[in-house]
Every structure is written in structure tokens, then in C-alpha cells.
């Protein structure tokens, strides 16, 4: 079974940062591409932000909306993705999915920015 | 940016009944080089994170029941449930991913009569 923990959420301020963490008990995520998605309160899906494997550069793309304020990045030795939110805006809160690109998502974790 | 367009926009099921679901796409979804078509579907449960219910046009996930099917091409795509249950309900995307940046429709609401 695909198992993506999603964890490092919460309440922030605007201007802070924060970072999302990605795991899994069943995956070997350096094995994968991945991404980051998220969900704005009663709206639909947005693709944010992916990563290649290490072994394809870890090369990374990113939405218009998160350029320049969001880091994704990998460590594979711990078997963990990251998403680093910077400058973070009212309008970044929403529920944040990490993802192996592009099928599995994990369970979400809550991003509120607010002051 | 590729625009995908679902409609309906909701859709109210008789249980074991078939249910049809369209998406558009603003631009061609076939990679004529690797010969794909790259729109996939997704199911939004209540409450829950999205489950990928087909890849690449037509290809069911694993563990995806047989009622569902994915067809199309180019520019337009169809998602069939051929009999409805009471757990097919929740919120359908399209997404494409033949460029950067990865976009969906704005999703197609199941419930049932």
C-alpha cells in the first residue's frame, strides 16, 4: 500500500516561513519523482511545485503563485521531500498534499496564514 | 497555460445507474513522440486527500473497480462509471501534465439521487 505523511502545518503569520515535510513507511521516495499540490478552503486543486529524482538532476518547476517564495527539495537519506514556504500570504492558506507524480497523495496537512 | 474545462459541473446518480463526465482541454493532450495522452483523473472523497482513479487517458489505477473508465483524445476526455455506488460520491478532477504548469478542471460534484 502507497502510504505519504504529510506533517508541518499550522497557524502562521504573514511574512513568515514554514516547511512541509513529506514521508513514507512504504516508499522509498528518492525512487520517484515528486510534487506538492494544495486545496484553498472550498476550492479545487492547484499543482504548486515538483521535483525530479536526484539521479535527473532533482530539477524543479514551480506555479506562477509560488515561484520565487517556495522551496521544494529532497533528502533522500531520510527519505524526505520538503516544501519551504517563504513570504507566505493570506491567500497561501490552504490544505497542502505532497505526492509521488503523479498518482499517490498523501492525507494533507493545514496551512493558515493569518495575523 | 493549458485550461481545463469539466462539465457538468454537478451531476445527481440513481444508484447502479451509468454516469458520464466530459473534460476539455485548451490545447492537445497527445505527446505524439511518446504516443500518450497525458489527462488523468482523480476522486475527491469527502473529506478525504484525492485518489487517482485513472492515468494517461485509460489506464485504471491499481485497485480501481472496473465501473470506471477513462476515454478521449486530443482535447476532449470522458470519464464513465458504468453503475454507480453510493461510494462514488465526492468531487471528479481532470489533470493535465503534458506541460508545466500541471493544471485541473475545475471538478464535476457526484451525488446520489
Known amino acids: 500500500e502507497v502510504q505519504l505523511i504529510d506533517s508541518g502545518g499550522g497557524l502562521v503569520q504573514p511574512g513568515r516561513s514554514l516547511r512541509l515535510s513529506c514521508t513514507s513507511p512504504?516508499?522509498?521516495?528518492?525512487?520517484?519523482?515528486m510534487a506538492w499540490f494544495r486545496q484553498a478552503p472550498g476550492k479545487g486543486l492547484e499543482w504548486i511545485a515538483f521535483?525530479?529524482?536526484?539521479?535527473?538532476?532533482?530539477?524543479?518547476e514551480y506555479a506562477a503563485s509560488v515561484k520565487g517564495r517556495f522551496i521544494i527539495s529532497r533528502d533522500d537519506s531520510k527519505n524526505i521531500a520538503y516544501l519551504q514556504m517563504n513570504s507566505l500570504k493570506i491567500e497561501d492558506t490552504a490544505m497542502y498534499y505532497c505526492?509521488?507524480?503523479?498518482?499517490?497523495w498523501g492525507q494533507g496537512t493545514l496551512v493558515t496564514v493569518s495575523s | 497555460d493549458v485550461v481545463m474545462t469539466q462539465t457538468p459541473l454537478s451531476l445527481s446518480v440513481t444508484p447502479g445507474e451509468p454516469a458520464s463526465m466530459s473534460c476539455r482541454s485548451s490545447?492537445?493532450?497527445?505527446?505524439?513522440?511518446?504516443?500518450?495522452?497525458?489527462v488523468d483523473w482523480y476522486l475527491q472523497k469527502p473529506g478525504q486527500s484525492p485518489q487517482i482513479l485513472i492515468y494517461?487517458?485509460?489506464n485504471r489505477a491499481s485497485e480501481v473497480p472496473d465501473r470506471f473508465s477513462g476515454t478521449g483524445s486530443d482535447t476532449d476526455f470522458t470519464l464513465k462509471i458504468s453503475s454507480v455506488e453510493a461510494e462514488d460520491v465526492g468531487v471528479y478532477y481532470c489533470?493535465?501534465?503534458?506541460?508545466?504548469?500541471?493544471?485541473f478542471g475545475q471538478g464535476t460534484r457526484l451525488d446520489i439521487k
Open positions: 505526492a509521488r507524480a503523479y498518482d499517490y
Open positions: 512504504t516508499l522509498t521516495l528518492g525512487s520517484f519523482a
Open positions: 521535483i525530479k529524482m536526484k539521479a535527473y538532476g532533482a530539477t524543479t
Open positions: 490545447r492537445s493532450l497527445l505527446d505524439s513522440v511518446a504516443g500518450h495522452t497525458y
Open positions: 494517461t487517458l485509460s
Open positions: 489533470m493535465q501534465r503534458i506541460e508545466y504548469p500541471i493544471t
